[in-house]
């Protein structure tokens, strides 16, 4: 249970993170200019590097960690730690991106995304949860939310269209003389 409970201080931040940028993201999009795409794309992208590289210390460090905020007795919860701390990485992640279907009202593949995710859970644990112990039931929890973000990734990646791939190369001349890209928006 430690375990959870410092994976969710984790997830609080992401949370808040994103609660944060969502004003931004829309005002972004409503412009329906190229620069500002590209920026919140940026900004989007170096979000996940930043959760996952946060993820990793946790990871690196859980040992630790679990033994300072709980004591010696509770260090079997490191190894779930590991886990919980990745899935909170992917649980930012999948909140940031549906933030991109959220402002172009693409609600629809959300739900679709929602419903063939849900039960995602279910098999892994029941599979990992007795051969790993808790450390079974965090990779459990990290494959579902691993699976959540990757899979509405396919949506967010057409809706709206923006620069998700191309957005560290050199931009082009007309790029940079203030091409928009029509991008639907919650006006």
């Keep these: 249970m ?7 201080g984790y997830g609080l931040f ?18 329906k200019d190229l620069t500002a795409n590209i920026q919140i ?6 979000y996940f590097l930043v959760i ?6 946790i990871a690196l460090f859980s040992h630790w960690i679990v033994l300072v905020s709980a ?9 779930a730690l590991v886990w919980i701390a990745l899935s909170q990485a992917f649980g930012g992640m999948y909140f940031m991106v549906t933030n991109y ?17 849900g039960g995602r859970g279910i ?5 990992l949860a007795p051969r790993m112990g808790i450390a079974g039931a965090g990779l459990a929890f990290a494959i579902a939310m691993a699976a959540r973000f990757f899979i509405t990734w396919g ?3 057409r809706t709206p269209p923006l620069p998700w791939l191309s957005v560290f190369r050199q931009p082009t001349l007309s790029e940079e003389k203030g091409a928009s890209l029509d991008v639907p928006t919650c006006d």
């Design 123 to 127: 098999l892994p644990t029941w599979y």
């Design 2 to 8: 430690i375990a959870v409970q410092l994976g969710m």
């Design 52 to 57: 996952l590289t946060i993820a990793g210390f």
């Design 155 to 157: 949506p967010v990646q």
């Design 101 to 117: 279907l959220f402002s172009t009202r693409h609600t629809f593949a959300l739900a679709r995304v929602t419903l063939a995710t």
């Design 41 to 46: 794309v940026r900004i989007t992208w170096i």
């Design 71 to 79: 004591g010696k007795n509770y260090l079997e919860a490191s190894d």
């Design 14 to 31: 992401t949370n808040a993170f994103n609660k944060a940028f969502i004003p931004a993201l829309y005002e972004s999009l409503r412009l």
